[in-house]
């Protein structure tokens, strides 16, 4: 059961990079972080969601109807106008300036992150993300871990 509760994991995992931000970078996301309510996270994995669907591997799974698709497009927009402009300009600013681009795309992909770690923690999600573990070979698993890193007496 441990295991089939540590499998759920993975999917963070997949969305969490490690990341050596900068001070500047560091500021940004804060501000990010500051500025972005439950709503505009819940907007963005939205958007990131009907990303993903427009991927011919899964479009055949999905209908998103073209007005919600805009719709979305301009609650997006907005959302990064007022970060743009009005929240976060400063560190911005600062960030472009003091560590590069690549610096403001990383903080960029933090606001992303913690936008689907927002939807990932639904309880539905969690219970839909154990899926797989049903139908998995708990013994074999678990014999093959005990293999390779037997446990061994509590170290000194």
Same mark, same amino acid.
């Given at each position: 059961?441990?295991?089939? +509760?540590?499998?759920?994991?993975?999917?963070? #995992?997949?969305?969490?990079?490690?990341?050596?931000?900068?001070? /500047? &970078?560091? @500021?940004?996301? &804060? $501000?990010?972080? @500051?500025? #972005?309510?439950?709503?505009?996270?819940?907007?963005?994995?939205? /958007?990131?969601?009907?990303?993903?669907?427009? !991927?011919?591997?899964?479009?055949? /799974?999905?209908? *998103?109807?073209?007005?919600?698709?805009?719709?979305? %497009?301009?609650?997006?927009?907005? *959302?990064?106008?007022?970060?743009?402009?009005? @929240? $976060?300009?400063?560190?911005?600013? %600062?960030?472009?300036? !003091?560590?590069?681009? @690549?610096?403001?795309? +990383?903080?960029?992909?933090?606001?992303?992150?913690? +936008?689907?770690?927002? #939807?990932?923690?639904?309880?539905?999600?969690?219970?839909?993300?154990?899926?797989?573990?049903?139908?998995? !070979?708990?013994?074999? *698993?678990?014999?093959? *871990?005990?293999? &390779?890193?037997?446990?061994? +007496?509590?170290?000194?």
């Amino acid at each position: 059961m441990k295991l089939k +509760s540590a499998l759920y994991g993975i999917p963070f #995992i997949l969305l969490t990079t490690i990341s050596h931000a900068g001070p /500047y &970078q560091h @500021n940004l996301e &804060q $501000c990010l972080d @500051n500025n #972005i309510s439950k709503n505009d996270k819940s907007q963005l994995a939205k /958007y990131i969601f009907f990303s993903i669907a427009a !991927n011919p591997d899964f479009s055949k /799974y999905v209908n *998103i109807p073209a007005n919600e698709l805009i719709s979305s %497009d301009k609650k997006i927009a907005k *959302i990064y106008e007022r970060i743009l402009i009005k @929240n $976060c300009s400063t560190e911005i600013r %600062d960030v472009i300036k !003091n560590e590069g681009t @690549n610096a403001l795309e +990383s903080a960029f992909e933090f606001l992303g992150r913690t +936008s689907m770690v927002n #939807i990932m923690s639904n309880e539905t999600v969690q219970n839909r993300m154990l899926g797989p573990s049903q139908h998995m !070979n708990d013994k074999k *698993i678990s014999k093959t *871990i005990k293999e &390779q890193y037997p446990l061994s +007496s509590k170290p000194d």
